[in-house]
């Protein structure tokens, strides 16, 4: 009796053990199966803008948007084939505007920031500003660009540059 009885313990010990150990290989089954949640969402210039968009609140101001780089006047059409992808928006005058572009290799996004440079330099001389309000001229000298990876950026979204700079950490946050 009593060598059954030992014998019962050891096989119940035994099938504990067994399961502890299923249970333990079906957890780090279950963890190392999940991909990370950053992983998950994927960006895109669209979803970047959009990004930015939500963070200025300046969406009533927009009336255009394209896809296509040739629709936006930061580009020229060399510049055009070197991006993969672009989401450009803005108001009938071009002032307001954002503009989120994903270089076709990460190596041409130095010189779509150029261009960028060049543009908000541009709109900013003197003797662009003349034919605009002095809010427009606010608008455009407190345009914010950058670059991070294959995004370029510009968003001229109001005459504050630190909410400009609110759009842009939103965008910085997705990447």
């Known amino acids: 009796m009593k060598t059954e009885l030992k014998l019962e313990k050891k096989w119940l010990y035994r099938m504990q053990k067994a399961a502890c150990c299923l249970l333990a290989f079906a957890c780090c089954m279950l963890a190392l199966g999940q991909a990370p949640v950053a992983a998950a969402a994927k960006v895109t210039a669209k979803s970047l803008c959009k990004a930015a ?25 060399a510049q055009s084939e070197k991006i993969s992808s672009i989401a450009y928006l803005c108001d009938d005058k071009e002032i307001y505007s954002i503009c989120v572009a994903k270089a076709a290799k990460k190596s041409d996004a130095s010189g779509l920031l150029k261009s960028i440079k060049a543009y908000q330099k541009n709109n900013s001389s003197s003797d662009y500003l003349s ?17 991070k990876g294959a995004y370029v950026w510009y968003i001229a979204m109001s005459p504050k540059k630190d909410v400009n700079k609110k759009g842009q950490d939103a965008l910085k946050k997705q990447l």
């Open 53 to 77: 968009l939500d963070a200025t609140g300046g969406s009533s101001q927009l009336k255009s948007q394209s896809t296509n780089p040739e629709d936006c006047p930061i580009f020229t059409v």
């Open 131 to 147: 034919d605009y309000s002095k809010t427009e001229q606010s608008v455009f000298q407190n345009a914010v660009y950058g670059k």
